[in-house]
């Protein structure tokens, strides 16, 4: 899932920031804080784009997968298999230490946990309504329009005015081909993906590994909770849904979200960011291989629209940050 927003461009090594922060060093290749990070996928620079591109594969499938589940445990009952799931695998695969950790780290852990259920609820209320990569694609603005507020770049307003032209043409002139209330979840969706994307990164400089997803998932899960049983009950025990649940929980939560918070580490940012802005494709393929929703042109050039000014708005703050460290070089 996800468009990084980002001030400017950094070295290998500097983590997304949101719009309020500058970018700040965290650990390096293969290393997480404290030198516990995972050394086994770092040492060659393609690396983080391979993490990056699996968790996009992953997850757009994962959401696939978890449509069809959706007549069993309804919308709300398939977020919380998948947050309940996700959260019970990294809790015992991380093992999160507890203690140590301020006020300020815990808010952040709270923060992602709320972002992720609210991301995750809100995408797959669109999901039941519209088709995957019409969802999102439109939940796909949220970070590309915080991408492009926090550059405060004049050149980027062109972006994004392609990004908007795209989303109209795939609403036909109007949302009326599509569910408007699917449309509008998709939309509130983006919003909480971009929350996601601020908070992963500064949980990933605060906690070593993937501990801090860890219990951000498992604060997620218990927020998800009460919504899933009381849609879905006794269905969400039934062992067929769980052993479906887990399979979404894998595909959609633990392998994407660990890779996502791995390569934040590792990955520039606007690369990072040229990355995601894919997820409207695969999730437009995964969505014909395995849901049978076939794209009509117009809904294939609006998609291709999106990409195109994701990734317009990312190549120009790179640009701009290469200008300005060119500069600095010659001031020093």
């Known amino acids: ?23 700040a060093p ?34 757009q499938f994962g959401s696939a997968l978890a449509v069809l589940l959706m007549p069993r445990a309804g919308a709300l009952g398939v977020v919380t298999l998948r947050l309940v799931l996700a959260a019970a695998v990294l809790l015992i695969v991380c093992r999160p230490k507890v203690r140590g950790y301020g006020r300020a780290d815990w808010g952040t852990i709270v923060a992602f946990g709320a972002a992720m259920a609210g991301m995750n609820i809100l995408f797959y ?31 980027n307003l062109l972006w994004a005015g392609l990004a908007l032209g795209g989303v109209v043409l795939l609403s036909g002139g109007g949302f009326d081909r599509l569910d408007p209330l699917g449309a509008a979840f998709a939309l509130a969706a983006g919003a909480m993906w971009a929350t996601y994307i601020v908070f992963s990164a500064r949980t990933g400089r605060r906690f070593p590994q993937a501990d801090g997803l860890a219990l951000a998932m498992a604060f997620g899960a218990v927020l998800s909770l009460p919504l899933g049983i009381a849609e879905a009950g006794g269905k969400l025990l039934v062992p067929s849904t769980i052993g479906l649940g887990l399979a979404v929980a894998l595909m959609s ?36 291989l395995i849901l049978s929703q076939a794209l009509s042109l117009t809904d294939a050039l609006a998609i291709a629209l999106v990409i195109a000014a994701s990734m317009g708005a990312v190549r120009t703050q790179v640009r701009a940050a290469a200008r300005e460290r060119d500069r600095a070089g010659v001031a020093g």
């Open 125 to 155: 209320q669109a999901a039941d309504r519209i088709p995957l990569g019409a969802a999102v694609t439109l939940e796909v603005l949220g970070p590309l329009i915080l991408s492009v507020v926090a550059s405060r770049r004049l050149m």
């Open 1 to 23: 899932m996800d468009i990084s927003p980002v001030k400017e461009a950094g070295p290998v090594g500097t983590a997304v920031v949101g719009p309020e922060s500058p970018a």
């Open 26 to 59: 965290v650990a390096p290749v293969g290393g997480a804080p404290g030198g516990r990070g995972p050394k086994g996928l770092a040492g060659h620079r393609f690396g983080p784009v391979a993490l990056v591109v699996t968790g996009g594969l992953s997850v």
């Open 253 to 288: 939560s633990v392998l994407p979200y660990t890779l996502e918070l791995l390569a934040l580490r590792r990955l520039p940012a606007p690369t990072f960011a040229i990355l995601m802005s894919l997820e409207p494709a695969i999730a437009a393929t995964a969505g014909f």
